[in-house]
């Protein structure tokens, strides 16, 4: 005979006298305690559970009213990283409003304009602003033909610039796909200026000559020239330091006299290199942990449930990238 599961406890307002506000979990409701911020099982959404935790663990608090620990909630829930949190609710609220203000121009600045305008120079002037069409998809028209503009303003810069200097990064979206991201640095007016060049999918392969492909397709189309080129960053990959087939060889074979130096994007990864002995050891056994459950399926399995059942906030762990 089928056991029935127990029904699901729903969080009161009444249970913050205990000082518990509530935490949803993977679509789960739970109970998280405002003074220690530990979250229970969802079980323990009980008055007696609940009371049972307060006086054990903060029995200093017993004198507190309920306008204290509506404080301590509202701090915790502001504080936290998940969809709850102030920094997502500001982040939802930003990206509606930019939802909204799209159709302004549509919506609101046209129709305002052609009132003042009627009232103010005639009826026959508004015909002439009908003819005006700011849809969305034009809009969009001509937010990607500014973009491309800028594009060739750079790169117009670039070419009158008697120098520059490039700077590559190779990161790998969620995807998996490597992304070749270049910057770059020129002389403009007698200033230096520093800007974002492109960025492109290396689809296929990661080598060097790919890479090298790319970025001299990219000046090429433009009828720009690499040789001006007066000094590389990249980081220390095989694909970008090999002595035959890499990056910087294929740029020297255009520019013998080309500066290479190794790339800072990722300093923090770079600096942890140098550490102490005494904090390296303690870095590399949390390497070690880190390889060790994510190097076996049944490893990531159990370190999982053991998550579950601790009820941690975090259930996967991410590999350590090594900066070269």
């Given at each position: 005979?089928?056991?029935?599961?127990?029904?699901?406890?729903?969080?009161?307002?009444?249970?913050?006298?205990?000082?518990?506000?509530?935490?949803?979990?993977?679509?789960?409701?739970?109970?998280?305690?405002?003074?220690?911020?530990?979250?229970?099982?969802?079980?323990?959404?009980?008055?007696?559970?609940?009371?049972?935790?307060?006086?054990?663990?903060?029995?200093?608090?017993?004198?507190?009213?309920?306008?204290?620990?509506?404080?301590?909630?509202?701090?915790?829930?502001?504080?936290?990283?998940?969809?709850?949190?102030?920094?997502?609710?500001?982040?939802?609220?930003?990206?509606?409003?930019?939802?909204?203000?799209?159709?302004?121009?549509?919506?609101?600045?046209?129709?305002?304009?052609?009132?003042?305008?009627?009232?103010?120079?005639?009826?026959?002037?508004?015909?002439?602003?009908?003819?005006?069409?700011?849809?969305?998809?034009?809009?969009?028209?001509?937010?990607?033909?500014?973009?491309?503009?800028?594009?060739?303003?750079?790169?117009?810069?670039?070419?009158?610039?008697?120098?520059?200097?490039?700077?590559?990064?190779?990161?790998?979206?969620?995807?998996?796909?490597?992304?070749?991201?270049?910057?770059?640095?020129?002389?403009?007016?007698?200033?230096?200026?520093?800007?974002?060049?492109?960025?492109?999918?290396?689809?296929?392969?990661?080598?060097?000559?790919?890479?090298?492909?790319?970025?001299?397709?990219?000046?090429?189309?433009?009828?720009?020239?690499?040789?001006?080129?007066?000094?590389?960053?990249?980081?220390?990959?095989?694909s970008m330091?090999?002595?035959?087939?890499?990056?910087?060889?294929?740029?020297?074979?255009?520019?013998?006299?080309?500066?290479?130096?190794?790339?800072?994007?990722?300093?923090?990864?770079?600096?942890?290199?140098?550490?102490?002995?005494?904090?390296?050891?303690?870095?590399?056994?949390?390497?070690?942990?880190?390889n060790f459950?994510?190097?076996?399926?049944?490893?990531?399995?159990?370190?999982?449930?053991?998550?579950?059942?601790?009820d941690a906030?975090?259930?996967?762990?991410?590999?350590?990238?090594?900066?070269?």
């Amino acid at each position: 005979m089928a056991t029935k599961r127990a029904p699901k406890r729903a969080y009161l307002d009444d249970y913050l006298k205990f000082g518990f506000t509530s935490i949803v979990i993977e679509g789960i409701e739970k109970p998280q305690c405002v003074i220690c911020l530990k979250v229970l099982s969802a079980e323990s959404m009980k008055p007696f559970e609940l009371k049972r935790h307060f006086e054990k663990e903060h029995s200093t608090y017993n004198d507190r009213n309920v306008s204290f620990f509506q404080r301590q909630s509202q701090s915790v829930k502001k504080s936290r990283l998940d969809t709850t949190g102030q920094t997502a609710i500001t982040i939802r609220a930003e990206v509606e409003a930019s939802y909204v203000v799209s159709t302004i121009g549509e919506e609101l600045v046209l129709p305002c304009t052609k009132d003042i305008v009627c009232i103010m120079i005639g009826a026959d002037v508004v015909k002439k602003l009908s003819s005006l069409s700011i849809s969305d998809n034009n809009v969009q028209r001509r937010i990607q033909e500014m973009s491309e503009d800028i594009k060739n303003q750079v790169v117009e810069q670039i070419k009158q610039s008697p120098i520059f200097v490039l700077q590559l990064d190779e990161p790998t979206d969620v995807s998996s796909c490597a992304q070749l991201m270049i910057y770059v640095r020129y002389i403009h007016d007698s200033n230096f200026k520093e800007e974002f060049l492109f960025c492109r999918p290396l689809d296929s392969q990661t080598r060097g000559i790919d890479v090298f492909n790319k970025v001299d397709t990219f000046f090429c189309k433009r009828r720009s020239r690499l040789e001006k080129s007066w000094a590389v960053c990249t980081d220390g990959a095989p694909s970008m330091l090999g002595s035959h087939s890499g990056f910087q060889t294929r740029v020297r074979q255009f520019v013998p006299d080309v500066i290479t130096n190794h790339c800072m994007i990722d300093r923090e990864a770079l600096a942890a290199k140098t550490l102490l002995a005494s904090l390296n050891v303690i870095l590399q056994e949390v390497f070690k942990i880190v390889n060790f459950v994510k190097s076996s399926a049944v490893n990531t399995r159990l370190f999982r449930n053991l998550c579950l059942d601790m009820d941690a906030a975090h259930m996967n762990l991410l590999y350590h990238t090594e900066v070269r």
